[in-house]
């Protein structure tokens, strides 16, 4: 049996507490798979994130070659320092914070400072982009969204600022946590809930110059 799979019951509607002591005890488990080198441990692990980990890179950077090329090193990373995981924060967590201290250091090799000064240089990176990402599991935002729905939505993202647009990512495609996205985003969580409102603001009017369709007219 896989590391991450033993520490996952396999039925389960849980409590708040319960869940919270499963997600630890995996955090755990991975992080004592990482000390030990285990390759298996590194496959599933990219298995299972992959599909999450390059959407935040290509909402992150909207440049699909950079992305896919970040998402390679953001690996190797792990597999070189995946000691320093100490399992205290979900690796999830973790994972985001190595690609955007990767995209942040991959920019300022370009003369730019900080994240906020990825788009203010115009280019073709920064037109808007369309991709398609296959994902088991469903977020809040394709839940309630077909697949016309989701492009529509994809497309108002990534006309925000890069700031906004990264924490409605992790809010609500990556469903981490205001706690967790501050840990990632490493700003004080009174910012990252003013970036959320501000996001959300920003995102509506985009949306409604893009009306969704409802199921009943589908």
Not at 26 to 32: G, K, P, Q, R
Not at 52 to 78: I, K, P, T
Not at 83 to 105: E, H, M, P, V, Y
């Amino acid at each position: 049996m896989s590391t991450v799979a033993s520490v996952r019951p396999l039925f389960a509607p849980t409590s708040s507490a319960a869940l919270q002591a499963q997600v630890r005890q995996e955090s755990l488990a991975i992080a004592a798979g990482l000390k030990r080198q285990d390759v298996g441990l590194l496959d599933e692990l990219i298995v299972r994130y992959q599909h999450r980990l390059l959407r935040y890179l290509l909402y992150l950077s909207g440049n699909r070659e950079l992305a896919e090329d970040l998402f390679q090193e953001v690996w190797m990373r792990v597999m070189v320092r995946g000691a320093q995981f100490n399992g205290l924060a979900r690796f999830d967590t973790w994972l985001f914070t190595i690609a955007r201290n990767l995209l942040i250091d991959q920019r300022r090799k370009k003369t730019m400072s900080s994240l906020d000064e990825l788009f203010e240089v115009g280019g073709e990176d920064d037109r808007p982009m369309s991709f398609e990402l296959a994902d088991d599991e469903p977020t809040p935002f394709d839940r309630c969204a077909n697949v016309e729905d989701r492009e529509r939505i994809a497309s108002a993202l990534l006309e925000l600022d890069t700031l906004y647009r990264e924490v409605l990512v992790l809010r609500f495609h990556e469903e981490l946590s205001l706690e967790e996205i501050a840990k990632v985003t490493r700003a004080p969580l009174s910012t990252v809930k003013s970036r959320l409102y501000r996001g959300m603001a920003a995102l509506k009017p985009k949306l409604e110059r893009r009306p969704l369709r409802h199921p009943e007219t589908v």
